[in-house]
């Protein structure tokens, strides 16, 4: 009878149990990613929490470089979560027209920082379960401002990149939900480090692991831990980059729900 994998009994309360094995090498892989990416941080431009919370809201589906071109008129126009809350939707469109579902985006800020007034004495709330109330935030959302503006270990920020990366370099199974990875990566790697790997998995998806794969030639890190991508065919027929365009506007389910809660 083949013998179990040993498994580790240290995992975070609600995720998967893991091997000490595959802790380990997580672990190696994580020191890999800080070597390669030691200046890893949040690229969203913010002098606040309440900026960084709209930067990010502002983020889904869209590039940072796009939501750093659209802000700092928006974040000069209206300098604090009062601002935001006294202006209506339609005053905060015009900033933000540039970006992808800039309606449903000038709403879930409206309402964030209304909420914020209202219910928080006009400061960004520090724990997950209070982001999660406000409109437009969804875990990824809420760790990100957990993690950059207050240094709270809550998650991971699976983003397009992270979810990609997790499965090439077989943190998670293909096909795990964005939830399921983020419990997996969480079980993998030490809470202490959750917040810097986000960011390095981040540059290391926007630098090296394009989406198609094979363009970074078997990067090293990749190399040294057994992970070789085929390089998959470039030239994509008409239908291929249609579809691909049409799923790269379209936010994911947990952004959709929390920007029209
Ligand atoms: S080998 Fe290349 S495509 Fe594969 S995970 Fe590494 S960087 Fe990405």
Redesign the pocket.
Known sequence: MPRRPKASTRSPAGTPRVTTAQRRRALRLADALRDAYPDAHCELTHSAPHELLIATILSAQCTDVAVNKATPALFARFKSPQDFAGASPADIEPFIRSLGFFRAKARAIHESMRTIVSDHQGRVPRTMDELLSLRGVARKTANVVLGNAFGVASGFVVDTHVRR?AV??GLAPAGASVQAIERRLMALFPQDRWCELSHQLIF?GRR???AR????A??P???SFG???ERRDQRQSKGEKRARRESNLQPSASEADALSS
């Open positions: 990366l090439r370099l290391h090296a692991c394009k794969g094979g363009s970074c078997a990067h890190i990749c190399r992970v070789a991508c």
